[in-house]
């Protein structure tokens, strides 16, 4: 149960209108009187330094089961921003899509709603990952994708039948529904838009390539286009895992596309290997055209060997620096992944970050390396991983497993002094001095947008972690 994400939603020719509860945090959907009700749940971060975007999944997931069931009443909460009482809930059926970060959340409430006889499905990507342990906590586990899946669960719903497990297929991505864009209030700034699903590279930390597969489906480009036009908003993250990395004829034909349309500004992650191509030129052309504003870039580690350790180099092609070089020369900011606490790091690594984004003016966020459930990564790491830290402790500031040198103690210390260290005032400032001057006033003002919330969130989080 995954997915990315005007204020009205048109399915075929009936108009679904959408009613705001008194509490403002939710949001409820009534197609014609006498339908199931199905409440559909993005659980609440254990970390504070979440984006304050509209979960992709709610609104997505929201409009397909619309689709699947016309006359349904859909109710979408988000539980970061309003945490529900189980009681509170009146459903035929609540589907929580999970992340690992998220599942002891989902776990949590799951339990206590069906302590109340109320039916729960689990999605997402951990759920996919561990099926068995998600069926302890629910009544339906989807394993991968809905959309192939989605009507059957519904069906099941409705005539009391609902199975243990659906295994979603990995189908085209033709005649998806828009979002229901609009659906949720709350303190949101960006919505996100996907354009295509898998990844052909294989990092071993990533999770992406065993949930969505190693081939390259897209949606059509003219399916993605009306979106953006009609729900992305302004400003809207692309929620694909590379913006540009798999055809990279079919992404400028889609930024080209994009640039026909209203005036947006956007922004998602990329790999360094496609600007280097023979094409990459006129790629990051059409994409500063289109409104691309920065992109995050994978820079894993410090070393070729760490590269080749993570599985992580084809995707940084045969001359990273120069890739972010030439990123920046058509006006787009570039922030990199760092991923450091490896059992092969030192606290040298942890200042290497910051020597890099001095040395290449560009923003980092560091990443304590976590090896999530269905990744080779985590089958390396079981022997060492910390059994007494639950699955909230996987958000990328905690350290979850044990290290020849450094204690967990000692690398959270040097994650959250690097991450202060890269979020300070003096560099907050540098960064906006080394934003390419192409993309002046914009892009220098979404980089504030970007960096001010995540230093006040980091530094919130420091706290709590010295309280702790």
């Not at 519904?154 to 005649?175: A, C, Q, T």
């Not at 089958?379 to 350290?399: C, I, Q, S």
Request: charged share 25%; proline share 6%.
């Amino acid at each position: 149960m995954d997915s990315t994400a005007e204020i009205r939603y048109e399915h075929g020719s009936r108009q679904t209108t959408f009613i705001e509860p008194e509490s403002g945090g939710n949001a409820n959907t009534s197609g014609s009187s006498g339908g199931m009700k199905v409440t559909l749940i993005s659980p609440a971060f254990p970390f504070s330094g979440r984006v304050p975007m509209v979960p992709p999944v709610l609104e997505y997931l929201g409009a397909l089961t619309l689709k699947e069931a016309p006359d349904a009443e859909v109710t979408l909460i988000d539980a970061n921003v309003n945490e529900p009482a189980p009681e509170q809930i009146e459903a035929d059926l609540v589907g929580i899509s999970a992340m690992t970060a998220t599942v002891t959340w989902a776990y949590a409430f799951s339990d206590a709603l069906r302590g109340l006889g109320k039916k729960v499905a689990l999605g997402g990507i951990h759920p996919t990952a561990l099926p068995q342990e998600a069926k302890e906590h629910a009544d339906a586990v989807v394993v991968g994708e809905a959309e192939s899946v989605w009507r059957q669960v519904l069906n099941d719903v409705s005539r009391g039948n609902l199975k243990p497990f659906y295994h979603g297929e990995r189908i085209p991505l033709d005649g998806l529904p828009l979002p229901l864009a609009g659906a949720l209030k709350g303190p949101y700034h960006f919505r996100a838009v996907f354009t295509a699903r898998g990844c052909p590279y294989r990092c071993s930390f990533c999770s992406v390539r065993k949930f969505f597969g190693d081939t390259i489906r897209y949606r059509p480009i003219d399916s993605v286009a009306e979106e953006v036009e009609k729900c992305a908003g302004k400003v809207y993250f692309n929620g694909d895992d590379n913006i540009w990395g798999g055809d990279i004829k079919r992404s400028i034909e889609l930024f080209t596309e994009l640039s026909r349309g209203s005036k947006k500004y956007w922004y998602g992650f990329g790999d360094l290997r496609a600007p280097q191509g023979r094409e990459g030129e006129n790629m990051l052309k059409a994409a500063r055209k289109s409104g691309l504003f920065s992109v995050w870039a994978g820079w894993e580690t410090s070393s070729s060997e760490g590269l080749k350790g993570y599985r992580a180099s084809a995707k940084q092609g045969t001359n990273r620096e120069e890739a972010i070089r030439r990123i920046k020369d058509h006006g787009i900011n570039v922030t990199l992944f760092v991923v450091l606490g490896g059992r092969s790091d030192t606290r040298d690594d942890f200042n290497y970050a910051l020597e890099l984004s001095e040395r290449l003016g560009v923003g980092i966020h560091p990443v304590l390396l976590t090896p999530l459930p269905g990744t080779e990564l985590y089958d390396e790491y079981k022997p060492y991983l910390f059994r007494e830290k639950g699955w909230d402790n996987y958000t990328g500031v905690n350290a979850v497993f044990d290290h020849p040198t450094m204690t967990a103690r000692e690398r959270e210390e040097a994650f959250y002094q690097t991450s202060l260290s890269l979020l300070s005032w003096k560099r907050i400032w540098k960064h906006l001095l080394d934003t390419p001057r192409g993309g002046f006033p914009m892009n220098h003002l979404l980089l504030l947008m970007e960096k001010v919330p995540m230093r006040r969130a980091m530094r919130k989080a420091y706290r709590g972690w010295c309280t702790a």
